[in-house]
């Protein structure tokens, strides 16, 4: 399986011998037998294949038939299915409306008022201390493979501001990228080695055909351990791995997640080619936390809060980021609800 690194593709090349038939057939049965998420998306793929199948004919314009096919496609609200040709990409209007629709933070506040106009940079972290010194604010924007944070970055970070009492980790609006970050991120958090999830990959025809569980446990520790509370802050924009992230703190005492449900995300993309040359992007894999459960459709928070839209408008304030330092500066995120398996 070919693994997906980026939203764009190079030139696809559409080949006008395969048949509308032919094409929709095949990527229906693909999906079919390769697609990792039926058991949580509630579709019924059968029905959708028989309600869309009628409106393909051979000889149908090409951009009639790719609507189709994305429409099909569309039924599993997933944002890591995609289908590409030379002049179009489709995608799942529904997580894409929710990124944006249900996002929680307010950009330019964010920047202006809270990391500020000295913020410092560091392993792919924006950061700088809040509440004079007393919480650390670090905002990780992606996952992504331009700059991978070690333990080497996070303890620079954290030596920077040596009175402060906790850490905020602001993943809100992170789209995802690569799963080794996650790992990375953890890296000077209380490890005694514990499972921080599973995975499986989708291994047979059978919707539930699966390989064995693959753990995932917690990185040894080459230091001192940060015990202190962290509070990592999520929206419907912290997507693929941003959720996984999410999933993996529930094996981390210290750890809480606040803000909104995240936007799930938890499988890895594989990619295959259509008759016609178009190429199509789908979940392949799936992610279980410590419960068993799979969270593709979004990790609830520890802590629910809504963002307040108004009060950053006329206030310039982001109501989470308050609130998340008032409970590091009260000591009192002991005792705030954890989720415990």
Known sequence: ???????????????GSARATDVFDYLWQQIDQRYSMFDVKNVDWQQVYDTLRPQVRNGMKSDSLFALCATMLNTLHDGHVNLYSAWDVSRSDSVYNRFYTDDGM??????????GGNYHSTGGVA???????????MRYGSFGSGVNITERHLRHIVATYPDAEGMILDIRGNGG????????????????????YNSQIKAGPDHDDFTPLVPTYAPNNTGDVYNKPVLV????????????????????????LMGDTTGGGLGL?????LPNGW??????TRTLALDGRNYENGVPPDILLKFDRENAFLHHRDNIIDSACSIILSGSLNNSPKQTF
């Open 279 to 284: 190429i199509c992007r789908f979940s392949s």
């Open 233 to 256: 802050l999520t929206d419907r924009g912290s997507f693929s791995a941003a959720s996984t992230f999410a999933i993996a703190t529930f094996a981390y005492d210290n750890i809480r």
């Open 127 to 137: 950061h700088n201390a809040l509440c004079d010194g007393k919480v650390i604010y």
């Open 177 to 196: 990228g690569l799963t080794t970050n996650i790992v990375n991120l953890l890296s000077i958090m209380p490890s005694h080695g514990q499972l921080i």
């Open 106 to 115: 307010d950009v330019d506040v964010l920047v202006l008022n809270y990391l």
């Open 1 to 15: 399986m070919l693994f997906a690194t980026s939203c764009e593709k190079a030139f696809i090349p559409d080949s």
């Open 269 to 273: 993309p594989a990619e295959m080619a």
